[in-house]
């Protein structure tokens, strides 16, 4: 039987029996219709009280059951993609839980900057999923150990839109597309894939950039070694206002101790 339903026939139940046996009850001990007309309104009172916390509780009882299978719903999801985000780190060559690892990063970050709720849900499932549009591009290219050709940075350039579109084709992430579409767009507009500048590129996209950026260069990749901390760091600073959001370039430094904690210690240089 279903929740509704179920409710539904203990209300017509209880209902029943309560106004059966307490007019009997009423008749049968109180016979001064005055009193018993008196004694019918307070029972009408406490039919009210007595089933609405009757149907509190038993509504209470379902909607924590469908939290709990939503929960499970997400989490569920979740591992699914992770594992998906796993495989695809490691078909990229990237470093230690790439993907993992700029997902925390990107999310403290937000959380720093004011972001809450379904905002910084949607912000870490798309950090998460961010190179996702990379499935679609050869093996030749991803790990590749040298520079890139034309075409080959043609090709590589595709990927935000792929991502997006992927992401577009699923309800629950429809809304953390925002990273995928635009964590290689620059502040100063010469990003790609739309050539966004300033504000105009979603605030999730522009967090999660930073967070990118110092990865990519603080951890060694197929085509690079890393780099010294010291010297990434002076870096951000240099391209803040130019490929970053110099506000969010300020914020991440001035919380950088605790935004490396985020990120599993042994991965950071």
Not at 27 to 32: N, R
Not at 147 to 164: F, K
């Amino acid at each position: 039987m279903s929740p509704p339903l179920r409710i539904a026939g203990v209300y017509v139940l209880f209902a029943a029996i309560w106004i059966w046996c307490s007019d009997r009850a009423l008749d049968a001990l109180v016979p001064d219709v005055g009193l018993r007309m008196e004694l019918q309104t307070l029972k009408g009172w406490v039919f009210v009280l007595v089933t609405g916390a009757m149907l509190y509780w038993m509504i209470r009882k379902d909607v924590r059951r469908l939290q709990l299978g939503n929960r499970r719903l997400r989490q569920g999801r979740e591992q699914a993609l992770r594992v998906l985000v796993t495989a695809m780190d490691v078909r990229h060559q990237e470093t230690g839980h790439h993907s993992e690892r700029v997902a925390r990063m990107a999310t403290e970050l937000a959380r720093l900057d004011g972001v809450r709720g379904r905002a910084l849900d949607e912000l870490r499932l798309g950090a998460l999923l961010h190179d996702i549009g990379k499935l679609a591009l050869p093996d030749t290219i991803l790990t590749k150990p040298g520079p890139l050709d034309e075409g080959e940075i043609a090709l590589m350039r595709q990927h935000p839109r792929i991502g997006h579109e992927l992401l577009q084709q699923v309800d629950f992430l429809r809304g953390s597309s925002a990273v995928p579409y635009g964590h290689h767009e620059r502040w100063d507009g010469g990003g790609y894939p739309q050539g966004l500048r300033g504000e105009a590129i979603p605030l999730a996209a522009r967090i999660f950039s930073v967070i990118d950026v110092w990865d990519a260069l603080i951890t060694e990749r197929a085509y690079k070694p890393a780099w010294p901390e010291a010297q990434v760091l002076d870096y951000l600073r240099e391209v803040a206002g130019s490929q970053l959001d110099p506000r969010l370039v300020e914020l991440f430094l001035a919380h950088y101790a605790t935004l490396k904690q985020a990120a599993p210690a042994q991965q950071v240089a």
